[in-house]
């Protein structure tokens, strides 16, 4: 059955949670059982005291049921504890490993699918299923359970009369089916909706800039206009279903009274049952009522949380590229020695970016890469620290492969300022701290941030560093945030640096004193830079040229001056630049 089939990846969490499902289990059917026990003692004070009234009989059964409904609530109060305090434990457990999930999964990810569309799923989705454990569980037991206690106590007070009443049912059932199956079709095209539109809703506020830039505030007003008239009708389309469903099952529960007030009546009348009897009865369609009906809501939460868990298993059934070795290496202090070994790379799909590098780093050197547009020069580095996975046997840290060496270690003992800045929304300190080991002293994230050129600036905030930067930090220039992710990754004083064209949002000026600082801090580091700039390079142990994905040139800055290639070319073109700038 397709149900159990989407809710499969559930039983664990179920399993986690036997005890407090059980012992909830156990409550609902005790809170049931004492429910269906009020018309019998109804049943019981009507035929007493219709025989022989009196104040000590009505004392005795008003005490009787006081007690009765005490207990009751007693096991009421437990149910709902054990169960929708469950429902709530499972969902923490399920948020938390959908969060662990996403942060190991590939950036290649990312890339296939919209932000919009995973946070609908782990917050709309996420909510469909705890409704599904917690009050569909709740439900369904309260459904079940008075049905079949209600119907076997009717069918002893009167067999003929149960069965009459009960010719409804059948057809609730297939309603509740026939329905069902709408609901839950319509559902699943109602989230997936939800997901286009909140999409675009996000791309939309991140991108807020270049919506204003390009003036096309209504054009985009217009579409998410569209869109959420689109969800706006599909949830009518839900609505219409149970606008039908509901007052149906009204329609044919309001048979079942018909028929017990004829025929019930004539069977007092003619006294084959008693009055207390026919009371109890009409009770029992009445708690009965609530739970035929209460069937197109059970149905509905089950069908909503199966599709929703449906689509977090999408999610969950992503493998994540990079894992960490099944055979470990044991791993002193890195030195840094980064070699490449004939290494050719391709993404996914693609043909490769990187053909034949061979190229050895020295522990402590520097080694600058410049190269066109699409060369593959970030490609390059952003196998170091294994962001893409790479070959086995093609890059070595310290001489042992990549692949082998433990990820946190690998990833502790590099700093990477990536070519797309990414600041978080919070103070400035607490961006240049993220992902420091210890908590840093104020001294040590201001040495930091005077390295990498950014405490003058941050001096002039008003709240210096406790300036909250706002979303990917908006409230920065380009520079600025540039300058704040170097110093984040000063701050791990790491064995390796990576600068991917990390100063490409700052003056030439500003560069300089930059690069001056970093190159007392880079002295016993291995270093990589990416730049397109000859001044960033230029005083590099090594500087490799890119092109195409091969290697085209190596050398110092001035052995690639005199073999006058792309890297002499590149120089003289900026010389000019530079001269024509002054004028």
């Given at each position: 059955?397709?149900?159990?089939?989407?809710?499969?990846?559930?039983?664990?969490?179920?399993?986690?949670?036997?005890?407090?499902?059980?012992?909830?289990?156990?409550?609902?059917?005790?809170?049931?059982?004492?429910?269906?026990?009020?018309?019998?003692?109804?049943?019981?004070?009507?035929?007493?005291?219709?025989?022989?009234?009196?104040?000590?009989?009505?004392?005795?059964?008003?005490?009787?049921?006081?007690?009765?409904?005490?207990?009751?609530?007693?096991?009421?109060?437990?149910?709902?504890?054990?169960?929708?305090?469950?429902?709530?434990?499972?969902?923490?457990?399920?948020?938390?490993?959908?969060?662990?999930?996403?942060?190991?999964?590939?950036?290649?990810?990312?890339?296939?699918?919209?932000?919009?569309?995973?946070?609908?799923?782990?917050?709309?989705?996420?909510?469909?299923?705890?409704?599904?454990?917690?009050?569909?569980?709740?439900?369904?037991?309260?459904?079940?359970?008075i049905m079949l206690l209600a119907a076997a106590i009717m069918t002893h007070l009167d067999g003929r009369l149960t069965a009459i009443v009960l010719l409804p049912v059948p057809l609730v059932s297939f309603s509740v089916l026939y329905f069902g199956r709408l609901i839950h079709e319509r559902f699943e095209r109602i989230q997936e909706m939800f997901s286009d539109l909140s999409a675009a809703a996000q791309e939309n506020l991140a991108g807020v800039r270049v919506v204003k830039a390009y003036a096309q505030e209504d054009a985009e007003i217009e579409r998410f206009r569209g869109m959420n008239l689109d969800y706006f009708e599909q949830n009518r389309r839900l609505i219409r279903v149970w606008g039908v469903f509901y007052p149906l099952c009204d329609l044919l529960i309001g048979v079942s009274f018909v028929l017990v007030l004829w025929m019930g009546g004539r069977e007092v009348i003619a006294g084959r049952i008693t009055l207390g009897s026919y009371v109890a009865f009409n009770t029992y369609l009445v708690q009965l009522a609530w739970p035929m009906i209460a069937l197109g809501w059970v149905v509905n939460l089950a069908q909503r949380g199966a599709a929703s868990m449906e689509r977090l298993q999408e999610i969950f059934d992503e493998r994540p590229e990079i894992a960490e070795p099944e055979n470990p290496?044991?791993?002193?202090?890195?030195?840094?020695?980064?070699e490449f070994r004939a290494l050719t790379f391709a993404y996914a799909g693609?043909?490769?970016?990187?053909?034949?590098?061979?190229?050895?780093?020295?522990?402590?050197?520097?080694?600058?890469?410049?190269?066109?547009?699409?060369?593959?020069k970030s490609t390059l580095v952003n196998l170091i620290p294994r962001i893409h996975e790479v070959p086995e046997g093609a890059v070595f840290i310290d001489g042992i492969d990549l692949r082998r060496f433990p990820l946190a270690t690998l990833r502790h003992a590099i700093g990477f300022v990536p070519q797309e800045t990414f600041?978080?929304?919070?103070?400035?300190?607490?961006?240049?701290?993220?992902?420091?080991?210890?908590?840093?002293?104020?001294?040590?994230?201001?040495?930091?941030?005077?390295?990498?050129?950014?405490?003058?600036?941050?001096?002039?905030?008003?709240?210096?560093?406790?300036?909250?930067?706002?979303?990917?930090?908006?409230?920065?220039?380009?520079?600025?945030?540039?300058?704040?992710?170097?110093?984040?990754?000063?701050?791990?004083?790491?064995?390796?640096?990576?600068?991917?064209?990390?100063?490409?949002?700052?003056?030439?000026?500003?560069?300089?004193?930059?690069?001056?600082?970093?190159?007392?801090?880079?002295?016993?580091?291995?270093?990589?830079?990416?730049?397109?700039?000859?001044?960033?390079?230029?005083?590099?142990?090594?500087?490799?040229?890119?092109?195409?994905?091969?290697?085209?040139?190596?050398?110092?800055?001035?052995?690639?001056?005199?073999?006058?290639?792309?890297y002499a070319g590149l120089h003289r073109k900026q010389l000019l630049e530079e001269e024509l700038s002054r004028q």
């Open positions: 059955m397709r149900f159990f089939r989407q809710i499969r990846p559930l039983y664990p969490y179920l399993r986690r949670y036997r005890r407090p499902l059980t012992l909830g289990l156990l409550a609902l059917t005790g809170n049931n059982g004492v429910w269906v026990i009020l018309p019998m003692i109804m049943r019981a004070a009507i035929d007493s005291l219709t025989a022989s009234l009196s104040r000590e009989r009505i004392l005795f059964y008003v005490m009787l049921m006081m007690i009765t409904a005490s207990v009751r609530a007693v096991f009421q109060w437990a149910s709902r504890h054990y169960l929708i305090g469950c429902s709530r434990d499972i969902e923490f457990d399920l948020r938390n490993d959908l969060f662990r999930h996403l942060a190991s999964l590939p950036q290649s990810y990312y890339q296939r699918n919209r932000t919009g569309d995973i946070m609908a799923r782990a917050t709309n989705d996420m909510s469909a299923v705890r409704q599904m454990l917690g009050p569909g569980v709740q439900s369904s037991g309260n459904t079940v359970l290496a044991k791993v002193g202090e890195v030195r840094g020695e980064i693609s043909p490769p970016t990187l053909h034949s590098i061979d190229l050895k780093i020295a522990a402590g050197k520097t080694l600058a890469v410049v190269g066109p547009t699409g060369s593959g600041l978080f929304s919070a103070t400035i300190r607490e961006n240049i701290c993220f992902g420091a080991d210890a908590t840093p002293s104020d001294a040590q994230v201001r040495e930091a941030a005077e390295i990498a050129g950014i405490a003058t600036d941050i001096a002039g905030f008003p709240n210096g560093y406790d300036t909250i930067v706002g979303e990917r930090g908006i409230t920065l220039s380009g520079g600025q945030r540039q300058r704040t992710a170097i110093a984040r990754a000063l701050l791990r004083n790491p064995r390796i640096l990576i600068l991917d064209d990390a100063l490409s949002s700052v003056d030439t000026e500003t560069e300089e004193r930059i690069l001056s600082r970093l190159r007392s801090v880079m002295r016993g580091r291995t270093a990589i830079l990416i730049s397109h700039r000859v001044s960033t390079v230029q005083s590099a142990d090594e500087i490799v040229v890119l092109e195409s994905g091969r290697i085209a040139e190596r050398g110092t800055h001035a052995d690639l001056l005199a073999l006058d290639g792309y």
